[in-house]
């Protein structure tokens, strides 16, 4: 079978499981008991499981088996979440995770997760000292009848053999890595094993075994009188059999099971531990989860295909203009009319697609609450982290950038921002941090904070620091507002950490992020107080692909300003301009503000010199790039449009003062103003 | 220099008018030709550049090939074309005044370009083809559209 076909679709469908599991077991760990939540984490692993026997990567599909045992025992109460568990268990998805990706690198083989197994199965055994089950032989043994379910039929044979001095096994049987026959082997098994006793359970079912449908390993449930040595003896007597597991396997009926479980709630205060203390609020959640898991279908497109169409869409646009202007120069009233009608479909579609290339940011955030928790166990910190506004969209491109920075902060605030919850409590906070992630619309853009409440910046250390690794003069610092001080953190090379840790304070970080946003378009800024905590404020364009902007008209030529650096526009009189040491400028609101006159700086030839003449009243567009503000002169304004940014190519790449370009309605190209480059 | 590239024997150019000169170039660089529509002028670019168009919703620079080349200026007319070239993975169209036919000439009819290096530098040409009494000057594009030159242009 060409597996590589399917190869693109096995490794997205399981990185969306894992990242389910890394969820749910989060939320497991909060709510032991919450048994939708296991069903959850079930179904993830078991569809990796089949996933990767399917694709014949056997180190996944073993590793998820071992995984699904353990948490068959859990969803059936034969085990209780301990911490050991839920950490075992996150282990087990980091390692599926670089299973998974290693497999589309092709080394499946380089990672050994031999004792992860060998974990798994002593956990399945329940031999840990804090597992309550194991307090009296005969439920060790129920433990370890593992996760084969029996039907009343077979159930009704086991306890028939039982009674008859017979024992029931169950057989992990190991094929020699490379088999070829499997099916074959499986079938030999299958033969011998009726000799000593009676099969009457296979995992998978027969037919499946002689269809080759399983892995390396296949299970039987045997009814025997022999001893398990002899069968261990009389499987291996086969050849290409790695290894076979024999554990006796004894009945769960309702009461016994209802016995354990009572067994293991009032043991249960015990193994919990501290970090589940979000215990109460966590149930509604699993809820939500839920219903946010079951809602919509989708279908998964490649990007590409998505801006084919957008292209596509654009010249079906265009096209329909030009025949607009057939129509209008014929007089074709008929040719109007459903041209006007196409115009409605048109731009419907033009909204869709755009809405298409939207995702939501949620899909960034949900590896979060994991990290949180690994990082603040690490740091033997409590945090509890909030999750505000996931379903706010942004465009396909932005959220693929984005998460890098938001790592950066998210670790800063961990690392930096939240105390140890002694100094917390000292400090009469709760000694439980709490981290906020908000995501919001704001206008044209999207908001996104980080918010802690932690110790926050002191102005006043960021200053020193700033002077000693010499970023700025004691004179400067001495002069600095503190709110001006707190952003000396975004400066190439600072880092305030004291120790530099793991986790962060490598002094690459801030300057990083910065960087990162500010090439988004976007911009980040940062508000503190002393011990109430920080917050960092994101602040994105929706889409890098499409911006409002402003089209003037200079001479016969169309430019587009971007919305976002525009202030306002006004109209002055040609004897409002003052020159100030040979610049022109004019005052706006008590601000002397400099003039640029786009005709002269784009070189623009001047079509017919008398209207300039005439023209007294003139459209100033007032422009500002941070602190800098300049007025743009334009002979028009035409109007506010959503435009879609095209590059203008290799070839033309590094024009100053253009920023691209872009296609209007018409077909027509028209040049984005870069308007920083024009300020300066 | 391209059409020397393939060993066999036969090249097949679009052959098109500057002036009353014949040019070629192979057809295997050429995506299309159309007719002239709106350029948007790119201010701060060499002359020769002489804009962008819209090609189906991507934005490709136009050079004016008779600037380029020093060629005398002509007004547009009904016969003016752009044709759309592919050089080193780059579309680039070019402001011809007229494009009149494809054909297949001999390798062995191609001259190298020294011949008739006049008013055009030879850097920019690739051959000469000779056939029956027709010269065709076949241009070397990768030189024409100048990667990373421009700036001597200016």
Known sequence: MDINQYMGMFLEESREHLQNLNNCVLDLENAPDNLSVLGEIFRSAHTIKGMSATMGFTTIAELTHEMENILDMLRKSQLQANPDIINTIFKCVDTLEQLVESVSTNNEKSIDCKPLIAKLKALAKGEIVTAPVLETKIEKEMVECSSVEFSDAEKSVIHKAQGQGMQAYELNIFLREGCLLKSARSYMVMNALDEIGDVIKTIPVVEELEKEKFDLCFQAILVTGSDIEKIQQTVLSISEIDKVDIVPCRMTDATSQQETKQVMSTAKPTVMKPASSAAPASAPVAMTADKKNKGGQSVRVDIDKLDALLNLVGELVINKTRLEQIGITHRLTDLVETIEQMDRVTTDLQSVVMKVRMVPVGQVFNRFPRMVRDLSHGLNKEINLIIQGEETELDRTVIDEIGDPLVHLLRNSIDHGIEKPDEREAKGKNPIGEIRLIARHEGNNVIIMVEDDGKGINPEIIKRIAVDKGLITQAEADKMEANEAVKLVFLPGFSTAEVVTDVSGRGVGMDAVKNKIESLGGMVDVETKINEGSKFKIRLPLTLAIIQALLVKVSEEIYAVPLGSIDSTINIKSSDIKTVQNKEVFLSRGQIIPIVRLAHVLNIPEVEKTEQDEQDDLFVVIVHIGELRAGIIVDNLIGQQEIVIKSLGKLLAGIKVIAGATILGNGQVALILDIASLIQ | ?154
């Open chain 2, 1 to 154: 220099m391209s059409e020397q590239k393939y060993s066999n024997s036969e090249v097949q150019l679009v052959i098109f008018k500057l002036g009353r000169e014949e040019y070629g170039v192979s057809i295997l660089q050429v995506q299309e030709i159309k007719r002239i529509s709106d350029i948007t002028r790119v201010p701060h670019t060499p002359d020769y550049i002489k804009g962008v168009i819209n090609l189906r919703g991507s934005v490709l620079p136009v050079i004016d090939l008779k600037k380029r080349l020093n060629l005398a200026q002509q007004e547009v007319t009904e016969d003016t074309r752009i044709i759309i070239v592919k050089v080193e993975e780059l579309s680039i169209g070019m402001v011809v005044d007229a494009v009149s036919e494809v054909m297949t000439i001999n390798q062995e009819n191609i001259d190298s370009p020294e011949v008739v290096a006049g008013s055009i530098s030879a850097n920019y040409l690739s051959g000469v083809g000779k056939l029956e009494n027709r010269l065709l000057i076949l241009l070397n594009l990768e030189e024409i559209v100048g990667m990373g030159q421009d700036g001597n242009e200016m």
